[in-house]
């Protein structure tokens, strides 16, 4: 329900604050007064349509804002999570502001929206009702779920099944078109895919086989460099005939200083020196030996390592930078194969289980429909009965189902219905959308509404002046429906009836005030006395009798009355 609204420069309000309950408030007062730039107010924080014509003259912008509550297990909390705005304190606060530029800022909470996720909010907000309005009830496009929603538990449980067996459906009917459509560029895909597997699996390539196969290309590329070198070494440590080695002359050292080491620690420490250099020497020639007999020139091996290193070239140009890479890759596409190579096999099995869903599909559906239809019936009965206390009962109200076509599937089930209405007799029965705007059409969206309030989720309907036109019985019988509907969602009109505003809960009244040069709109909750002033006026007009006070005193008896007896 609408807490607390904030208008501040717009139209010729420049700056009104009114705080709002449950049940039936009405709005009052002479025509022009501001009334319905209150509702447009309520509307623009719906998502309405804005323009810079809202903005009072002289003003930059107009700021309107309202507080909200709404049912825990509502449809705009849900709404809002989906959202992600916040709503811990259980309030929702919606700000816009209109620039005369033309800029809308609307916010939510205080994050900021555009205007149609506000209007999407707003639709479970609020339902605005005027002689002009193209409302829900007058959307062909909602006649159905307003239909399902007064099926009650019985009808959402075949609908439920029916939607979930409908994800599934759809689910597989969208693989199996996939499948269809880009059935060539999947066999493309197979083929790449197998192709890749086989070259990187028949290459058997190891880690880090690169480094070691070009070491061993560098080797024997440079064959006689390193044999030269390693030849020349071992004869330097182990000397010829004709020339001592070192090996040997690092020898005769070590045994030369043995003989003097007791006479003094430094020629031990020297002799030390010398036995470690010559082990180390004797180490290296053994070494140096051992590579000179390795050394051979292999030119096949070379051929050999060459083709494979050319091998590892092409994968890294193909499926990765390092074998690591290219071994990686080979793992995810050896996955991907195998899924695929899966599904060829279950081709047969989608066929056979999409064939299945469909057929369960028409089954549930065909039950869904059948309900809806039992429903309609029903429907057609309480709005019949609805109008008879409206003074409509020769009206005729259909639910019309349109002919579905025998396999097209909608996630809302196979029916699309409207609602058709026959205002008088021997005129031809039309699309409720199709009616024009009067005193029927308002009785039969009272009608309506008054079966729909409870299920309908909305939480505030405003009515803008639809009982016009009407009076007497007609009027009274208006006022009541409307006093009813109050009983289930906040309900705020605007009314020049009095047997209307005499229904109310409360009672507000707007007047405006010439201040200096200026028009503006201010509002006035009455109480008792003032009340009943303001209904007199609206009997009598201008001048207020005592005939008038007395039948506005009897008008609010007879609401108490009708109120007391529910």
């Not at 309405?48 to 909200?68: E, I, M, N, P, Y």
Request: net charge negative.
């Amino acid at each position: 329900m609408l807490q607390e609204l904030s208008i501040k420069n717009f139209a010729i309000i420049a700056s009104l604050d009114v705080e709002f309950e449950n049940g039936m408030t009405v709005l009052t007062g002479e025509t022009g007064a501001g009334k319905s730039i209150i509702i447009d107010a309520v509307g623009l924080l719906a998502g309405g349509r804005g323009s810079q014509h809202f903005v009072r003259t002289g003003a930059d912008k107009c700021v309107l804002q309202g507080a909200f509550v709404f049912p825990d297990n509502g449809e705009t909390y849900q709404l809002l999570d989906d959202l992600g705005i916040d709503h811990e304190d259980g309030s929702v606060i919606i700000q816009r502001e209109i620039y005369r530029s033309g800029r809308n800022i609307c916010r939510v909470n205080g994050m900021m929206v555009n205007t149609s996720t506000l209007k999407q909010l707003g639709e479970t907000i609020v339902d605005i009702h005027g002689q002009n309005e193209h409302q829900e009830l007058m959307q062909p496009d909602k006649h159905l779920r307003l239909l399902d929603e007064f099926g009650g538990q019985a009808l959402l449980t075949l609908k439920t099944a029916y939607q979930t067996t409908y994800k599934t459906y759809q689910r597989l009917h969208r693989s199996m078109v996939d499948r269809n459509t880009h059935q060539k560029e999947w066999a493309q895909r197979l083929d790449m895919l197998r192709f890749q597997v086989k070259e990187i699996e028949s290459a058997s390539l190891q880690p880090d086989e690169e480094a070691g196969l070009v070491q061993q290309r560098d080797r024997l590329v440079n064959y006689q460099k390193i044999n030269t070198a390693l030849q020349e070494s071992f004869q330097a440590l182990n000397g010829n005939e004709e020339v001592t080695g070192a090996l040997d002359l690092s020898g005769q050292a070590m045994n030369a200083l043995s003989e003097i080491v007791d006479l003094d620690p430094e020629f031990k420490q020297l002799s030390e020196a010398l036995q470690t250099a010559y082990y180390a020497l004797q180490d290296a020639s053994g070494e140096l030996s051992k590579q000179v007999d390795l050394v051979e020139w292999d030119e096949n091996k070379l051929d050999a390592i060459e083709q494979r290193l050319d091998v590892i070239h092409q994968l890294k140009r193909k499926y990765g930078d390092s074998e690591a890479q290219i071994l990686a890759y080979l793992k995810k596409i050896t996955r991907e194969l195998a899924d695929m190579e899966a599904a060829e096999i279950d081709e047969g099995d989608l066929d056979s289980e999409l064939a299945e869903q469909e057929q369960q599909l028409q089954t549930q559906g065909a039950a869904l429909s059948e309900k809806r239809h039992e429903v309609a019936a029903a429907l057609e009965v309480a709005v019949k009965r609805e109008l008879g206390d409206l003074y409509m009962a020769k009206t005729v109200f259909q639910v019309r189902f349109k002919e579905p076509h025998e396999t097209t599937y909608f996630a809302t089930g196979m029916d699309d219905v409207e609602f058709y209405i026959q205002p008088n007799p021997g005129e031809e029965i039309r699309p409720l959308a199709k009616i024009a705007s009067g005193g029927e059409l308002s009785r039969l969206m009272l009608a309506l509404k008054t079966i729909f309030s409870k299920s309908q989720g909305v939480t505030s309907i405003i009515f803008d002046e639809v009982d016009t036109g009407v009076s007497g019985r007609v009027a009274q019988a208006i006022a009541e429906k409307i006093s009813g509907i109050a009983q289930n969602s906040q309900v705020l009109c605007i009314t020049h009836l009095p047997q209307v505003a005499a229904m109310s809960d409360h009672h507000y009244f707007i007047a405006k005030q010439v201040t200096g040069d200026r028009t503006e709109t201010h509002i006035k909750r009455l109480g008792t006395d003032t009340r009943i002033q303001e209904l007199a006026r609206m009997s009598a007009g201008t001048t207020v009798t005592d005939l008038a006070l007395d039948h506005a005193k009897e008008l609010l008896e007879l609401a108490d009355q009708v109120k007391g007896k529910r």
